[in-house]
């Protein structure tokens, strides 16, 4: 057994000498047999959340109504999940209740697809009851039993699928794909969460370029927030070389693409954290402006060394320039050579401005910062506290 399963073994142990059962499910058994880094572990078990509780001291209840409980071990996290079935789906997604169950092969019967339906013992051994390891070996991606059933009764079940694709570099089997398109409208039911935690995934898969092809294939973004209309620019995407992009310079990507006149409206849309609507949304303005011109001082300052770099690897996959490493070091030393990177380093604040003209603070404070920012980096003055008071009064006896 490897890492990072054997440090988590005694976890095992603990249960099953407590009486009840317990396996390494999921992504960690998956990508074990990929050969993939392995990120989390989770483990089913068929002790029921409070009996999980009694045999563990440091327990926190992460979702303790779908049977979740958190256990650190040696300062590890590990959800531990009670066997649970999943009959009553409604409206197309995920039940609200499950059921708790004391038998493996039920529990690993709900699941999505076959490689994700598999589970290791304590020994090693794995449970495989719908041939996981053969979809592995033939790298298909498979849904457990009718895929049209399992789409329907949870249709994230769907882009799912096609992240998998892109991340593991796996084909859809043939029924599991012809089901994709079929059942693509239940995606409207599912909760945008959801579907921005896959497409995050999918944004970030390696081979995302297959996922998308998939997307447009199947016609999966009509459902998708605000690409409902968006095929011909999403094809456009399909055919450039995303793959070596990350997750934000993909939605910086995809913003310019559609020409979206209301970024930050768009991003809403997609329940995006407000940090990285903002982070986005400013560096499509900055995308749009290196569209028009080469880099200047100032937009350099303005946007930041990783929006910088962000907008600069996108304008390139845009262009089809190769995003090379030497262009990143360029942009590195020059944002360094900057006199100041950001405003927070000025050596004076609004409190030295207000003492040295024995004025109230107001919008002046501001207009004067900005003023001293850009004589700054423009070399007029160093950036020395005597140096810029000095100026300061030179400037108000002109
Ligand atoms: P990743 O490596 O991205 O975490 P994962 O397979 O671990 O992939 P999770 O979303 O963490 O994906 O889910 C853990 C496991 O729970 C899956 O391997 C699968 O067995 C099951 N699962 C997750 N989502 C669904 C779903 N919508 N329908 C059925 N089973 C699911
Ligand atoms: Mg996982």
């Known amino acids: 057994m490897i890492e990072p399963f054997k440090k988590a073994l005694p976890v095992l142990k603990r249960i099953e000498e407590a009486g009840y059962e317990a396996y390494f499910v999921g992504g960690a058994v998956r990508d074990y047999l990929i050969n993939r880094e392995i990120h989390d572990i989770d483990i089913a078990t068929s002790a029921f959340p409070e009996e999980i509780k009694v045999i563990f001291k440091s327990t926190v209840d992460v979702g303790i109504e779908h049977g979740t409980v958190l256990v650190i071990e040696e300062g590890e996290p590990y959800e531990i999940t009670t066997f ?3 009959s009553d789906y409604k409206d197309y997604r995920r039940p609200d209740k499950v059921t708790f169950i004391r038998s493996l092969n039920k529990d690993l019967e709900r699941r999505d697809f076959t490689m994700n339906a598999m589970a290791m013992d304590r020994t090693g051994i794995i449970i495989d009851p719908f041939h996981g390891k053969d979809a592995i070996e033939k ?4 849904t457990v039993g009718s895929a049209d059933e399992r789409f329907t009764e949870d249709a994230l079940r769907i882009l799912r699928a096609v992240r998998f694709a892109g991340q593991l570099g796996f084909r859809l089997e043939n029924r599991t794909q012809e089901a994709l398109g079929k059942h693509a409208h239940l995606l409207e039911h599912i909760a945008i969460e959801r579907i921005l935690a896959e497409f995050e995934k999918l944004l970030n898969g390696k081979s995302k370029k297959e996922s998308i092809q998939l997307l447009t294939e199947a016609e999966i973004h009509h459902y998708l927030p605000g690409l409902s209309d968006k095929g011909t620019a999403i094809n456009e995407i399909a055919k450039a070389d995303i793959n070596p992009l990350t997750s934000n310079q993909m939605w910086l990507f995809l913003l310019f693409i559609l020409e979206e006149p209301a970024p930050q409206e768009f ?3 997609w329940k995006m ?10 560096s499509l303005q900055i995308l749009r402006n290196r569209a028009k011109r ?3 001082l100032l937009d350099l300052y303005e946007a930041g060394l990783q929006s910088a770099i962000d907008v600069e690897i996108v304008y390139r996959v845009i262009n089809k320039q190769d995003p090379e490493t030497k262009m990143i070091e360029e942009m590195k030393l020059r944002f360094e050579s900057l006199p100041i990177q950001e405003r927070g380093e000025l050596d004076v604040t609004g409190n030295d401005l207000m003492s040295w003209r024995g004025q109230a603070g107001g919008p002046w404070i501001k207009e004067t910062m900005q003023k001293i920012e850009y004589a700054v980096l ?3 003055i160093k950036n020395e506290k005597a140096i810029i008071k000095e100026w300061l009064e030179s400037w108000n006896r002109r």
């Open 84 to 86: 649970r079935s999943e």
């Open 139 to 142: 790298r298909l991606i498979q």
């Open 378 to 380: 423009n070399g007029i």
């Open 294 to 296: 080469e880099w200047e």
């Open 267 to 269: 991003l809403k849309r």
């Open 273 to 282: 954290p407000l940090k990285k609507i903002k982070y986005l949304s400013k």
